[in-house]
């Protein structure tokens, strides 16, 4: 399944696509509609008894089938307009439909003998049309009986077991042919006489033989009388009635395929089949419609493998022939949830549901906008499912951050917390290359990345040490429980609590919590000079704040500092530095003096 | 009648008893090997509308309670304890159908629903009326955006024409939307019709916000940073674009080529528009002028993710730190006038709308799903916080003709519709009418129960009824808006349901 777009000389760029139907437009209606009704299906009750479980199955498989046909007339439309690669898809879309009601038929509803032929008879109406529009015209001609298209009308409608409408052209001619009216009254006895299983349970089959068994005779009869000699066309009818095979092969043209022929060879011959015989009429069907001249195509070949109850032949086939895997995975699942897989294991990996469901959903998540979809299918993978998540999110492209945030939420609902940890550290890096080191912070405390809120907290206190100022202060003001992320973080939350306090000339409170962030070493030893520069407008305020005990505390800093610094050149060397140290301790000197003084006298007095 | 009309109409009914077009032989245009049904979907059950009008209806008392002034140094995780307390117990877990949650009456609803559903077996399925009322389209985008046209001012009718905004997808596209044509009103005054197309054009990255500036332009903010003014031209249905503000939000640069940051936020007050994003920047352009009237740089350290007029000169922002903050135009400072918190928790906020009537009622929707609720003359921290959706709420409405009723949506593809008018008894309604009046007369009539519905804190006199609009919806609902009697939605799953009957 791949796509090779590119210059024709030696040097070309291939697109590779995994599944290529998954970027067709007006299929993405199929997709996404589809999805509600897979969840829909995982999420019905599996304690639902029998009947009502089937009842059930069977409504899936018609919202499956009809959310097929919505595309298929939108695909309609837009060939309308444009003819193009639309007409392709609308007969690949149509086979898809044909495949699967006859599933839904066999395996789903299992209809037993009786019912069967008349869900067959159903599907090949639906399927085969081209009579509505030869209908369309006879009807539409002035006098109908004298359309040329006439008679094949009527064989159409026989075919198809359609009696009343077959009776009712017939009726249109007989009254225009009173002469032979008595040979119409017989063939309409006969065709409205004709037994048909019944849905209900009203009679039994060995009823219906018997009835039908009269039923043929009396044609039989009538036909050896040579009651409709005179008219060749009804001749034929009432061989069709008896279930001829030549006469119906004659029909060939109207039939079109050879599952119309097997249809309508069982309505006349077999009308009670059951199920397990259905493959021998099939093979021959087929084989005397062919009659050697063409080969089976895959439609064939998988339709056959239905009638043989080769379900997985019919998934493989499928698998093969189609150009998208949304048929064979969804098909899969119903059948899997209608337990008819069960004993079915691959070689490799889970079982083959799954192994389908993951193909699907995998390129689902290798298109630009449906990835959203993927993530649904993935988490009604049990087995691999998770892997195949985890391994297909951290490759979605986080173009902003509302995408990001909802991949986030995914990943979160599942926790998947390598994920998380990797979408939030994408955007804070990209946050931080942006400069912007609030939404960085924010990304990286929603991650619970300590070391990355460290570096984002040097950055800010860098940045202050640049400018004397603190920038994102509505962040740092409200940091809350998240400053306990780490320990720089807490400093820089702190650091700036004490900016604040003294701003507001809480002097006291400031000198505490500036000397607490020293001992209690939240704040790194590179920035300790900077707070200790700080304490000097607290050292020279004209009321003494820092008590002798905590003057104490700050010489000690200062020494620490100066003391265990092992690069001594550094201070010497720096003409600022020396100074600043010696502005301290004097300082620091000073308060101790007056703070001596003042305790003395306020305990003295 | 063609086999391609007919589907049409079961599909969008949702699920009508169906229509057996049985034997008729409907003609077909197709070509013939492409079979058509001839009883389409007779057999076959719509899907779409009818799953989503599926409703189930819950009511609780809201017990919403002033959270408790908490300081700042509370130990990491005590914050889901406080959200889930503040709000009403059990409130409105629609989601879940919790046999509490529920109301008797309610609970009766579902079940009947159930029936419904279950017991149709082959043959479509005995919808409930609700189905009715809701179309549904699927449109092959994602659906970030949308919003109806405003009505004029004379107008009598419901709206019609809304459009639309895509995101993440390699082509995104604004559309103008027909909801239904009056003209296929049924018998009991349905509308079958789906929307449909009227025109639409490509658009540069996603579609972040939109809004109408008045019945012609709409104003839409792209992921790229740019802010463009698209034109419609009812006469001949086409859109062009009318102006453009390249890169009105950007990160570093605005002149390379790249470094766009997306716009998040777009309101406009004609002639006036305020653009918010990820950069924490605000632009304030006018309509008519080039170049933007004022800008605010690094308005907020974190992303900015919706803005709103509180009044003419005034705006609301919320930002992904949990704070709403007022901005005050006049003023040349570059600092909010006020900042509102949720205490602590840093919940980012993701929408916010004002009540129309009453300006100091304002509600957000956060991360967590908690719809609060502000009073800006006082406090710094929400009136109420209300335990809402299990993940983001995209989107906040107020009605804005009857302000009563609330419409929340989130990403666990839910759109909640919160009506606290069931607690006046006879209050008449003015929907109908479809028009301004309304606007006008809720002064005067639904004043005192409006305070008393939003702000009350009060559990025992407050009754507020939540309904859930879409049960069973797995992706994210992105956008809604009411207008009238009509609520339009869009969702990830690439689909645009429009109810006209909002308060049948």
């Given at each position: ?48 008894a ?29 060939a ?5 690669p ?9 086979a ?35 009579v ?40 249109k001619?007989?009254?225009?042919n ?16 004709m ?14 033989e ?21 008219n ?82 019919v998934i ?11 048929f ?8 899997d ?7 079915h ?11 389908l ?28 499912g ?37 979408i ?80 507001e ?56 500092l ?44 | ?14 699920g009508?008893?169906a ?23 007779t ?69 009947a ?21 809701v ?19 004379a ?47 490509q ?73 918010v ?95 609060s ?52 008894s ?48 797995t ?30």
């Amino acid at each position: 399944m791949t796509t090779g777009d590119g210059a024709p000389s030696s040097s070309r760029v291939f697109v590779v696509r995994r599944d290529q139907d998954i970027y067709i437009h007006t299929l993405r209606k199929l997709f996404n509609e589809s999805h509600g009704i897979f969840m829909g299906l995982q999420r019905s009750e599996e304690e639902l008894a029998g009947k009502s479980r089937k009842a059930q199955l069977v409504q899936v498989s018609k919202n499956y089938r009809s959310v097929i046909r919505a595309c298929m007339e939108d695909m309609h439309q837009a060939a309308a307009l444009k003819l193009g690669p639309a007409f392709l898809q609308v007969s690949i879309l149509s086979a898809m439909e044909l495949i699967w009601n006859l599933c839904e038929i066999l395996f789903v509803e299992a209809a037993t003998a009786g019912p069967l032929l008349l869900r067959l008879l159903d599907w090949v109406r639906l399927h085969v049309c081209d009579v509505d529009s030869m209908v369309r015209q006879v009807l539409s001609s002035e006098s109908p009986s004298k359309h040329k298209l006439f008679w094949n009308v009527v064989d159409v409608f026989v075919l198809q077991g359609r009696m009343d409408e077959a009776r009712h052209l017939l009726s249109k001619e007989a009254s225009a042919n009173p002469a032979s009216m008595n040979m119409y009254k017989i063939l309409d006895d006969l065709m409205k006489k004709m037994p048909v299983p019944s849905l209900g349970n009203t009679q039994t089959l060995t009823e219906l033989e018997l009835k039908w068994q009269h039923w043929h005779e009396e044609c039989q009869r009538y036909l050896q009388d040579g009651t409709f000699a005179s008219n060749p066309h009804m001749e034929s009818i009432c061989k069709i009635l008896l279930g001829d095979e030549d006469a119906i092969l004659e029909k060939k043209e109207l039939m079109t395929t050879w599952y119309h022929f097997l249809v309508t060879r069982l309505l006349y011959s077999h009308p009670t089949v059951k199920p397990m015989e259905l493959r021998f009429y099939a093979q021959s069907s087929m084989d005397l419609f062919l009659g050697g001249e063409s080969s089976p195509e895959p439609l064939d070949m998988i339709l056959m493998a239905a009638f043989e109850f080769e379900m997985h032949q019919v998934i493989k086939e499928c698998s093969i022939v189609l150009s998208n895997w949304w048929f064979v995975a969804h098909l899969t699942d119903l059948l899997d949830h209608c337990k008819l897989l069960q004993s079915h294991n691959l070689y490799f990996g889970s079982n083959m549901r799954e192994f389908l469901l993951l193909e699907y959903a995998s390129g689902l998540f290798s298109h630009h906008s449906l990835w959203q979809l993927g993530v649904d299918y993935f988490d009604h993978c049990p087995q691999f499912g998770r892997v195949y998540l985890e391994l297909h999110i951290e490759r979605v492209p986080l173009s902003t951050e509302q995408k990001a945030l909802k991949v986030l939420r995914i990943c979160e609902q599942r926790q998947m917390h390598e994920q998380v940890r990797s979408i939030c550290k994408i955007m804070a890096m990209k946050a931080l290359r942006n400069n912007r080191l609030g939404s960085a912070l924010s990304w990286s405390i929603r991650a619970k990345d300590a070391a990355f809120a460290t570096l984002i907290s040097d950055r800010f206190l860098k940045d202050y040490c640049e400018k004397g100022c603190f920038s994102d202060l509505d962040l740092i003001d409200n940091l809350g429980p998240s400053m306990l992320l780490s320990d720089r973080l807490t400093f820089l939350g702190k650091y700036r609590e004490f900016h604040r306090l003294y701003g507001e000339k809480r002097f006291a409170e400031a000198a505490r919590l500036l000397l607490t962030l020293m001992t209690a070493h939240i704040a790194p030893c590179s920035f300790w000079m900077t707070l200790l520069t700080d304490a000097l407008p607290l050292l020279e305020q004209k009321e003494v704040i820092f008590s002798a005990e905590q003057t104490y505390e700050l010489m000690r800093c200062l020494e620490d500092l100066t003391a265990g610094n092992p690069d001594k050149q550094k201070f010497q060397d720096d003409d600022v530095e020396t100074t600043k140290v010696e502005m301290l301790r004097l300082a620091l000197a000073r308060n101790l003096a007056r703070v001596i003084v003042k305790e003395g006298t306020v305990e003295g007095s | 009648m063609s086999c391609k009309g007919d589907t049409r109409t079961q599909r969008s009914r949702g699920g009508g008893p169906a229509e057996q077009t049985g034997n008729t032989a409907a003609p077909s245009r197709l070509p013939l090997f492409l079979p058509l049904p001839t009883r389409p979907a007779t057999d076959a059950e719509p899907i779409g509308a009818g799953a989503a009008a599926r409703r189930s209806q819950a009511e609780h008392s809201a017990a919403p309670a002033r959270p408790g002034n908490r300081g700042q140094q509370a130990p990491p995780g005590s914050y889901k304890r406080r959200g889930r307390l503040s709000a009403a117990p059990g409130p409105a877990r629609t989601r879940s159908r919790r046999a509490p949650g529920l109301s008797l009456r309610a609970r009766r609803r579902a079940a009947a629903n159930q029936r419904a559903r279950r017991g149709a077996g082959g043959s479509g399925r005995g919808a409930g009326a609700a189905m009715e009322d809701v179309s549904a389209k699927f449109v092959s985008q994602k659906i970030s955006r949308t919003r109806w046209r405003p009505l004029p001012a004379a107008a009598l009718q419901p709206p019609d024409v809304f459009a639309t905004g895509s995101w993440d997808n390699e082509d995104n596209r604004i559309s103008i939307w027909s909801a239904g044509d009056l003209g296929n009103a049924g018998l009991n005054g349905e509308y079958h019709g789906e929307p449909h197309l009227l025109c639409d054009i490509q658009h540069n990255g996603d579609v972040m916000d939109m809004q109408f500036l008045d019945q012609e332009r709409i104003v839409v903010a792209s992921s790229t940073g740019t802010v463009t003014i698209f034109r419609h031209h009812q006469n001949n249905q086409t859109l062009s674009a009318d102006h453009r503000w390249a890169k009105a939000h950007y990160h570093v640069d605005q002149d390379t080529s790249c470094g766009g940051a997306a716009c998040t936020g777009v309101v406009c007050n004609n002639p006036e528009i305020v653009t918010v994003g990820e950069d924490g920047r605000i632009n304030l352009f006018r309509a008519d002028q080039k170049d933007a009237v004022r800008t605010i740089d690094n308005a907020d350290s974190s992303t900015l993710h919706a803005v709103t007029f509180l009044r003419t000169t005034e705006i609301l922002t919320v930002n992904s730190i949990g704070q709403l903050k007022i901005w005050d135009l006049r003023q040349q400072r570059n600092e909010p006038s006020q900042i509102f918190s949720l205490a602590g928790d840093r919940v980012p906020l993701h929408c916010v709308d004002r009540h129309p009537n009453q300006q100091h009622i304002v509600a957000t929707g956060g991360q967590d799903g908690m719809l609060s609720i502000w009073d800006i003359r006082q406090g710094t921290m929400p009136v109420s916080l209300l335990n809402a959706h299990e993940a983001e709420m995209w989107e906040v409405h107020f009605h804005p003709s009857d302000p009563d009723h609330l419409f929340t949506c989130s990403e666990d593809g839910s759109l909640w519709h919160w009506d606290t008018s069931t607690n006046v008894s006879e209050k008449p309604s003015f929907l109908h009418q479809g028009g301004r009046s309304t606007a006008y007369l809720s002064h005067s009539t639904m004043n005192q129960s409006v305070v008393s519905a939003w702000l009350s804190n009060d559990p025992t006199k407050d009754r507020m009824e939540i309904t859930n609009l879409i049960p069973n919806q797995t992706l994210s609902v992105n956008s809604l808006d009411v207008l009238g009697p009509c609520l339009v939605y869009g969702t990830d799953a690439e689909a645009i349901y429009v109810n006209r009957q909002l308060f049948a």
